[in-house]
């Protein structure tokens, strides 16, 4: 067990500073790590996430210019700007159609799920918290596919939400959450950093 690669790539996963500013992303293998990160999991299947790719010089400075003039945007080969969306319970049907197709869940399971959702995120504050949730977990599934296909990441909360909503034409339900650099490692960025003890953060009850 403790040489299984995922545990292998999850002790080793670094969050880098330093990258390749030479190397480049194909559009391809861009698709293939979201692809990767929309296997991570979302309240009621909403699948509530936008992931916006920047890779050109130019929208690489644009956003460097609302992320607090990070280096890491530019050098990367990408950085996402990794985006959850409110709930809308409305798209519940189109998203878990080809599941009902299947015959594993029926029409009316998909009724059930859609009040419920509409009734969960009435609130804008839990609506809001479903948004960060489920774009935190595409991010983290985001990073830790780019460490199984040979590349290094850095998560980013050093930017301005505002800035970023302007920049990139975000639409009114989508919440800027995270950024995620991308690419091949230059020399000079440092191991894993010590953890916690298990005793302070453990309690099993």
Known sequence: MKNHPTLALIEQRVSANRFD???V?????IEELVRLATRAPTAYHLQNWRFIAVRTPQTKARLRRVAQDQPKVTEAAVTFIVCGLLPDHDTL???LGPFVETGLMSAHTV????EGARLQYRDPTTARDEAVRSATF???TLIHAAEAL???SGPMVGFDPEGVRREFGL??????????????AAPGNWPQKPRRPLAEVLDIL
């Open 111 to 114: 009724a059930g799920w859609r």
């Open 93 to 95: 049907a189109e998203r």
């Open 25 to 29: 992303l194909q559009g391809a293998e």
């Open 138 to 140: 595409g991010a983290a």
């Open 171 to 184: 639409r009114p339900n989508e919440v800027p959450v995270l950024l995620v650099a991308v690419g091949r």
């Open 21 to 23: 500013p030479a190397h």
């Open 150 to 152: 040979g590349l290094v």
